[in-house]
């Protein structure tokens, strides 16, 4: 008798269970006691995964925002862990089996997925070459894997936004509840004056200003996003509040590029909303409103930040030189086949002597790492979402738009930081993105497939 699939996954975790119970009755410490919970915790994800490959996906990715936005990390030997870096297993696994054991055109890929794939085998193939001639130690490797990590995201939540149905609504109620969770924790930062940050107030997850403030504009962002496709008008109207106070809470980080970026987006955005002539006038007063309304608070919640603040933004001149000797240090260490080629991936730590992310720019890391062939990857593959946006523009308005402020914002952000590699910044970016492309593409197929059902109908 041939066993059916799910039946010999039943038997092999009874099979474990037993053996666990075995181990631990013999040794009985807690260090095993810790073990076996979970392994046995990892295996039961493991069987849910592949039974039930889309329902455990979906959830593993809700998981996966509330963990990036509200689960600080760990340190071992020097390296951040996180829980994200556990979800990531079975993202993984959960795709392998979807894409090998379920519909033929699960990914349906469009041209983006294409160019990442384009920029990791490049990626990949030069930091091989860099460790088989010994000009890099293969412990670098990590930060290649840790890359690859962030495009698995970004296939998960494509796949999902574009197959599983109601899977945008669970994104947009998660991704409320982390911010709505993270902005009670900046005002309380404020009100009480225990500022949990370096300079100014921080996340839950980390402290740093620099990621705090990228966080804060994604919620800030996101909720204008949520405003504009809430259904009732009392949503919209709590969800702009919440967008508002957000954006104070990015300039209360005191992070010079976070509050640069998030000016330079809301111009963007009202000059985008004034080419297509299509004002909300209700809407327009609703905002000055709340503005008019929340400065005066922003103003009080400010007076224990105000010195810092000011202090701080008078120093942009003096960073600005620092980190332009910095960058010229880094591209130094290159030679002419590394400034064509590259280094490989993880080659900038070789330089800074240590596994903390110090380039300061996203662009002089990759001119150091994949060179110039691998920026000019990189550049095709961001330009392409941005052409993506353009091209949606007509058919899915609001979406495109914030995934170009979000693509735009990132952009600039690379300037100061390696914006697309810091874990939790990097990882909301390329979930948004890929739920953005879904998700507007999930909606074209619905358009055809009404006027394809409309034509046969008239046939």
Request: glycine letters at 8%; one cysteine or more.
């Amino acid at each position: 008798m041939i066993l059916e699939k799910n039946n010999i996954l039943s038997l092999l975790l009874a099979l474990f269970v037993s053996i666990s119970i075995g181990v631990l009755s013999v040794y009985g410490t807690m260090d095993f006691f810790i073990i076996g919970i979970s392994l046995f915790i990892s295996v039961l994800f493991f069987v849910f995964t592949v039974v039930k490959r889309n329902k455990m996906l979906s959830l593993f990715s809700q998981f996966l925002i509330l963990s990036l936005i509200l689960i600080p990390g760990i340190s071992l030997s020097g390296i951040g862990f996180r829980l994200d870096d556990f979800i990531v297993i079975f993202l993984t696994l959960g795709l392998i089996f979807t894409f090998v054991y379920g519909r033929k055109r699960a990914l349906n890929a469009p041209p983006i997925i294409k160019w990442v794939f384009a920029y990791l085998i490049y990626s990949l193939f030069i930091s091989l070459v860099r460790v088989v001639f010994d000009h890099l130690q293969s412990i670098y490797l990590l930060f290649f894997i840790k890359e690859i990590q962030y495009f698995i995201y970004f296939i998960a939540f494509y796949y999902l936004a574009r197959n599983k149905e109601g899977f945008s609504s669970k994104v947009r109620k998660t991704f409320f509840i982390a911010s709505l969770i993270t902005i009670l924790w900046g005002l309380f930062q404020l009100v009480t004056g225990n500022i949990r940050g370096y300079y100014g107030i921080g996340i839950i997850s980390v402290q740093n200003p620099s990621q705090s403030g990228v966080v804060f504009f994604i919620i800030t962002i996101f909720l204008m996003y949520m405003s504009s496709t809430a259904e009732k008008r009392s949503h919209s109207l709590f969800l702009s509040v919440g967008s508002c106070i957000s954006a104070i809470l990015t300039v209360a980080t005191i992070s010079r590029t976070a509050t640069l970026v998030l000016i330079v987006t809301f111009l963007l955005y009202l000059f985008i909303s004034l080419c297509r002539k299509k004002w909300n006038y209700k809407k327009i007063f609703i905002a000055i409103y709340l503005s008019s309304a929340i400065i005066p608070l922003g103003y009080k919640l400010f007076a224990t930040l105000g010195t810092s603040i000011f202090d701080r933004f008078s120093r942009i001149e003096e960073g600005t030189d620092t980190r332009l000797n910095h960058w010229g240090n880094y591209l130094s260490h290159s030679d002419t086949i590394g400034y064509i080629f590259g280094n490989g991936k993880g080659f900038m730590q070789v330089i800074v002597g240590s596994f903390t992310l110090q380039a300061d720019n996203q662009y002089v890391r990759l001119l150091v790492e994949v060179g110039v062939v691998g920026l000019i990857l990189w550049i095709i593959l961001i330009g392409s979402i941005i052409l993506f946006c353009f091209v949606n523009f007509k058919r899915n308005y609001t979406d495109a738009l914030f995934l170009l402020l979000f693509t735009f914002g990132f952009i600039i952000f690379g300037m100061t930081q390696e914006a697309y590699l810091v874990a939790i910044q990097g990882s909301l970016y390329w979930i948004l993105t890929g739920f953005f492309i879904g998700k507007m593409l999930r909606q074209n197929d619905l358009r055809n497939n009404q006027v394809k059902t409309k034509w046969d109908q008239d046939v």
